[in-house]
């Protein structure tokens, strides 16, 4: 199960989400929020159908038509708009695949409106997060646009930027077909003892 400390993240980057889409002129779909924090990071994958799209799919979940989703059709339904969410998006972290736990889905429906929400733990090694690091978002040829941010606190600084290797102007845009966004970050080293010099 995910901390108190990841559902409250998870919380405020809904509200993130939705400030990186006034950005920009046009609103994706489907979003990700990165950070990257001292218990190595997350990922929230969001989301939104509405009108037609939003009734068909709570129709074909709800067989046996209760005035409300059951749990599992809940989960059922937010899983399969995650795909969608997730679909022809790669991460890497310094040019490996980036490491991640169990996708944790959740379902949010508000008027004629249904948002799904995934939280995923990101796996990096202790031992490899001090220092410069290469964070990467692309979208293969057939993707969907989508919304990205990257967050870096707890000792995480982002160095730089680059969209399709152009210098872009923050860590929020919104990735078109074939796009690759690239991310210079730097981990927080461990103080060494006193009296003991760095390594180098």
């Known amino acids: ?11 405020l980057g809904i509200c993130g989400v939705a400030a990186l889409a006034h ?8 979003e990700l929020l990165l950070q990257l924090d001292a218990g190595g990071g997350a990922e929230l994958w969001r989301l939104q159908i509405g009108g037609e799209a939003a ?3 709570l129709a ?11 749990p599992a059709a809940r989960v059922a339904v937010a899983l399969s708009l995650l795909a969608r969410a997730r679909k022809g998006v790669s991460l890497r972290f310094d040019e490996a695949p980036l490491a991640q736990a169990d996708l944790k889905p959740k379902l949010d429906a508000s008027g004629n409106a249904l948002v799904a929400l ?3 733990e990101l796996l990096l090694p202790a031992a490899g997060r ?9 979208l293969d040829a057939r993707a969907a646009p989508l919304g990205v941010e990257v967050r870096a606190q707890d000792g995480w600084t982002v160095a730089g930027v680059e969209l399709n290797g152009v210098a872009a102007g923050g860590a929020a845009v919104v990735l ?7 991310v210079r970050v730097v981990g927080a080293c461990a103080a060494s003892p006193a009296g003991t010099p760095p390594k180098p």
Request: hydrophobic share 40%; charged share 30%.
């Open 55 to 57: 009734a068909a799919t």
């Open 176 to 182: 078109a077909r074939k796009d690759r966004l690239e």
């Open 23 to 30: 950005a920009h002129a046009v609103k994706p779909d489907r």
């Open 118 to 120: 995934g939280l995923v």
């Open 1 to 11: 199960m995910p901390s108190l400390r990841r559902l409250r993240w998870l919380s």
């Open 130 to 138: 001090c220092g410069p690091h290469r964070l990467e978002v692309a």
């Open 60 to 70: 074909a979940a709800n067989l046996d038509r209760q005035a409300t989703l059951s």
